[in-house]
T-cell receptor
């Protein structure tokens, strides 16, 4: 079984501040990958960051970084120096084979 | 390099009707996956097509069917529409080499999503 849970339906952050979005997952796989995708009003899913579960080191992409706690099955996304363009729905996801499993999303508002 | 194009962008259908949604894959990609995203939910996997054959299916009834064409574009067909079929339908293309058909060693790399078709069933 593969489940992804996002418990924060909505979050807000002041421009230039830092925000953390939470995600937990459950999997029976030993080798898996985790993702954060961004879905702006244009509706296209855009990859933010990818984490390989066998790697201890947390992935980073510019202002975006993750805190991957494998034992706790937790995978949070930290956005530093938030910008107005970061406002969007954020989905945590995992992949098994060729199938993505998405959480229910967190709507992020950036306050000017 | 062109991205993934979906058509139409919006569509309204009546319960019981049939609908066809279209997806043009990104240049160089040979695989198309379809997802259903209901309001307030994350996308759910419907199925994937690789080299014109279905290559994995999620928990969707047979009235959801698909095609992939030699140019790797794809169609999603839904028969006997129900109100609960109202959703955003996303497609995603990727490149799959024959020897890694299982995807296990690709780890989700190289997927490009389209902007979806918003289907409303009334």
């Amino acid at each position: 079984a593969q489940t992804v849970t996002q418990s924060q339906p909505e979050m807000s952050v002041q421009e230039a501040e830092t925000v953390t979005l939470s995600c937990t997952y459950d999997t029976s796989e030993s080798d898996y990958y985790l993702f954060w995708y961004k879905q702006p009003p244009s509706r296209q899913m855009i990859l933010v960051i990818r984490q390989e579960a066998y790697k201890q080191q947390n992935a980073t992409e510019n202002r975006f970084s993750v805190n991957f706690q494998k034992a706790a099955k937790s995978f949070s996304l930290k956005i530093s120096d938030s910008q107005l363009g970061d406002a969007a729905m954020y989905f945590c996801a995992s992949i098994i084979g060729n199938q993505f499993y998405f959480g229910t999303g967190t709507s992020l508002t950036v306050i000017p | 390099e062109t991205g993934v194009t979906q058509s139409p962008t919006h569509l309204i259908k009546t319960r019981g009707q049939q609908v066809t949604l279209r997806c043009s894959s990104q240049s160089g990609h040979n695989t198309v996956s379809w997802y259903q995203q209901a309001l307030g939910q994350g996308p759910q996997f419907i199925f994937q097509y690789y080299r014109e054959e279905e290559n994995g299916r999620g928990n969707f009834p047979p009235r959801f069917s698909g095609l992939q064409f030699p140019n790797y574009s794809s169609e999603l067909n839904v028969n006997a529409l129900e109100l609960d079929d109202s959703a955003l339908y996303l497609c995603a293309s990727s490149f799959q080499a024959g020897w890694e058909k299982s995807y296990r060693n690709r780890g989700g790399r190289g997927y490009t999503f389209g902007s979806g078709t918003r289907l409303t069933v009334v």
